[in-house]
Every structure is written in structure tokens, then in C-alpha cells.
């Protein structure tokens, strides 16, 4: 059996260029995983199947085509035994699903020994959607083109982190309709050498995330959650991530988090609240210049 994890992945920013020819939008943002995520557990079968369980699985009900499953079928055509801890909310703007997709590539790639490269597994990942290759990745990057163009950060702080959310649908191609305030991706990247949670937080206070305000008026409630946690003791910063409804609170420390995470459930105790991390990677090494994926030429 092989078992991988499937972390949340929060856009701590996320700029929105126009419309592409290709009908997609071009981004710039800086992703990065938390300590909590969905996991998939893979074994061999003579068919393919997915079960889901997890306090998230009614989410997933009445799938027939699970992104899992289409990114089982999309690597080979061999039989497994997928079982799926849904532990995230779905489709709630912190990549559940493409990470989950992500989980299953690098998973079965193993499992079934297949002769795929790593640059290879991307185009996979990237032809499944846009965050699934940073999700395959599943570490600190900053993301341009539709999301598949990466440069990971060269190192990042341990951040206390607080997921919430209200349990609202938010559909991303609403938000998108929704938007008309665009930062554009002209944006000059830094190299990403956070030295802690300050440095981090200096680069943030540059940068917003353009699909906050569209999901604020979809969904009012999501301004409460940012203006709930923006209040509690030790919050550094509060920011909507992805397309929502999911929100996150940076924290002063673990401490600060959990106080926060117990004060939130008994004021809000419908809301989905989680305390995690980011936890603190060093520096990657790479050539200046250097991208994970296509380049920009290549799009």
C-alpha cells in the first residue's frame, strides 16, 4: 500500500491578469501547504476504484468522474484500490481536489512503477488543471502563467495558520464573472528568501488577493469571517484564499492560533475552523531564473 498526503494549499496572494485568448487567467500568486490536508491510501486491485470516507466525503457524493479517478486514468490504465480521507471542505478555494489529483499521481506513479518522469507527470497535472502542478510539487512556489508556471520560494518562515470556513458555496466561475478590479501580473516576483513570519508579512502588505472583494459580495458572510478573525488576539493578518470561501489568519504564534481557533467555534460554531502550519522549509537551490514548468514562451 501507498499512502500520500494531500495537503490544503493557501494563496496568500493572488493577482488576476485579463482574459487570456484561451479563456483562461493569467495569475501571479505565492502558494504554500499546510500541516492539514486529505490523504490517499492506493493498493493494488485488478479495477479501479475510489471510496471516500472523512468528515468531507458527503461533499463528494454522486461523482462519477472524481478528478482522482481522472488523474488515475490520465497516468496508466492499471487497476487500484483508491481510498480517499476527505478531511477538507470541498470546494472551498484551498485546492482540495487538485491536490488530491496531485496525491494520486505521485501515488500510483510508485504504486504501479510506471516510467514517467517528473516533467512529464506535470504536463499530466497541468492538463488536469491549473493548481494540480504546484499541488504535485506541494511546497512554497510562486505561481505565473494559469498557475502551472513555478518558482519555489527559497525559504519560508513556520507560519501558525487558521483555516475558516463559513459553509458557503462560492462558485469560482461566479467570482470570476463577478471581478472587475484586476492587479494584472505585471507584478516584479521577489526571490522569496522569507527570513521569518515580519519578512513575510512586509512582502504580503504588497499584494492582495483581486478575487476577495467579487466573493464578498457573492457571499457577505466571508467579509464576517475576515473581520471576525482580523479581532482575535495575535492575528497578523487575515486574507480570503483561492476564489473562497475558505479564509485564512496568520498568527503570532501556535499559542495565539488555538486561543483564536476555541474562541471562533464557540461564537461560530456552524463555521468549519482549523488551526494548522506552514511549516518552515529552507533554502532551495536553483540556477537564477530558474522555472519549475513551461516557460512563458511556451504557453
Given at each position: 500500500?501507498?499512502?500520500?498526503?494531500?495537503?490544503?494549499?493557501?494563496?496568500l496572494f493572488l493577482h488576476v491578469g485579463d482574459k487570456r485568448a484561451d479563456g483562461f487567467h493569467p495569475v501571479q500568486s505565492l502558494a504554500v501547504f499546510t500541516d492539514l490536508g486529505d490523504v490517499l491510501a492506493m493498493e493494488t486491485a485488478f479495477a479501479l476504484s475510489l471510496?471516500?470516507?472523512?468528515?468531507?466525503?458527503?461533499?463528494?457524493d454522486g461523482e462519477s468522474d472524481n478528478l482522482v479517478l481522472r488523474a488515475a486514468r490520465a497516468l496508466d490504465s492499471q487497476g487500484?484500490?483508491?481510498?480517499?480521507t476527505k478531511n477538507l471542505p470541498v470546494a472551498s478555494g484551498i485546492g482540495g481536489g487538485s491536490a488530491d489529483a496531485a496525491a494520486a499521481l505521485r501515488g500510483l506513479r510508485q504504486l504501479w512503477s510506471v516510467a514517467k518522469d517528473d516533467v512529464t507527470l506535470r504536463d499530466i497535472a497541468a492538463g488536469l488543471g491549473s493548481d494540480i502542478p504546484v499541488c504535485l510539487l506541494s511546497q512554497s512556489c510562486f505561481m505565473e502563467g494559469?498557475?502551472?508556471i513555478l518558482r519555489p520560494a527559497q525559504s519560508m518562515p513556520r507560519v501558525p495558520m487558521l483555516l475558516v470556513n463559513p459553509g458557503v458555496p462560492v462558485p469560482t466561475k461566479d467570482v470570476f464573472a463577478a471581478l472587475k478590479d484586476r492587479s494584472g501580473?505585471?507584478?516584479?516576483?521577489?526571490?522569496?528568501?522569507?527570513?521569518d513570519t515580519a519578512d513575510l508579512l512586509r512582502f504580503l502588505e504588497t499584494t492582495r488577493n483581486d478575487l476577495e472583494e467579487p466573493a464578498r459580495r457573492i457571499q457577505p458572510v466571508i467579509g464576517d469571517v475576515l473581520m471576525a478573525m482580523a479581532a482575535l488576539p495575535g492575528a497578523l493578518l487575515?486574507?480570503?484564499?483561492?476564489?473562497?470561501?475558505?479564509?485564512?489568519?496568520?498568527?503570532?504564534?501556535?499559542?495565539?492560533?488555538?486561543?483564536a481557533?476555541?474562541?471562533?467555534?464557540?461564537?461560530?460554531?456552524d463555521w468549519w475552523i482549523a488551526p494548522t502550519f506552514?511549516?518552515?522549509?529552507g533554502i532551495v537551490h536553483e540556477e537564477p531564473g530558474q522555472d519549475i514548468g513551461p516557460t512563458p514562451e511556451g504557453l
Amino acid at each position: 500500500m501507498v499512502t500520500e498526503r494531500a495537503p490544503a494549499k493557501i494563496n496568500l496572494f493572488l493577482h488576476v491578469g485579463d482574459k487570456r485568448a484561451d479563456g483562461f487567467h493569467p495569475v501571479q500568486s505565492l502558494a504554500v501547504f499546510t500541516d492539514l490536508g486529505d490523504v490517499l491510501a492506493m493498493e493494488t486491485a485488478f479495477a479501479l476504484s475510489l471510496t471516500i470516507d472523512g468528515p468531507f466525503a458527503k461533499g463528494l457524493d454522486g461523482e462519477s468522474d472524481n478528478l482522482v479517478l481522472r488523474a488515475a486514468r490520465a497516468l496508466d490504465s492499471q487497476g487500484a484500490k483508491l481510498t480517499l480521507t476527505k478531511n477538507l471542505p470541498v470546494a472551498s478555494g484551498i485546492g482540495g481536489g487538485s491536490a488530491d489529483a496531485a496525491a494520486a499521481l505521485r501515488g500510483l506513479r510508485q504504486l504501479w512503477s510506471v516510467a514517467k518522469d517528473d516533467v512529464t507527470l506535470r504536463d499530466i497535472a497541468a492538463g488536469l488543471g491549473s493548481d494540480i502542478p504546484v499541488c504535485l510539487l506541494s511546497q512554497s512556489c510562486f505561481m505565473e502563467g494559469r498557475g502551472e508556471i513555478l518558482r519555489p520560494a527559497q525559504s519560508m518562515p513556520r507560519v501558525p495558520m487558521l483555516l475558516v470556513n463559513p459553509g458557503v458555496p462560492v462558485p469560482t466561475k461566479d467570482v470570476f464573472a463577478a471581478l472587475k478590479d484586476r492587479s494584472g501580473v505585471e507584478m516584479a516576483l521577489p526571490r522569496g528568501r522569507f527570513s521569518d513570519t515580519a519578512d513575510l508579512l512586509r512582502f504580503l502588505e504588497t499584494t492582495r488577493n483581486d478575487l476577495e472583494e467579487p466573493a464578498r459580495r457573492i457571499q457577505p458572510v466571508i467579509g464576517d469571517v475576515l473581520m471576525a478573525m482580523a479581532a482575535l488576539p495575535g492575528a497578523l493578518l487575515s486574507r480570503m484564499s483561492g476564489s473562497g470561501a475558505t479564509c485564512f489568519g496568520i498568527f503570532a504564534d501556535d499559542d495565539c492560533c488555538a486561543r483564536a481557533a476555541k474562541i471562533l467555534k464557540k461564537a461560530h460554531p456552524d463555521w468549519w475552523i482549523a488551526p494548522t502550519f506552514v511549516p518552515e522549509t529552507g533554502i532551495v537551490h536553483e540556477e537564477p531564473g530558474q522555472d519549475i514548468g513551461p516557460t512563458p514562451e511556451g504557453l
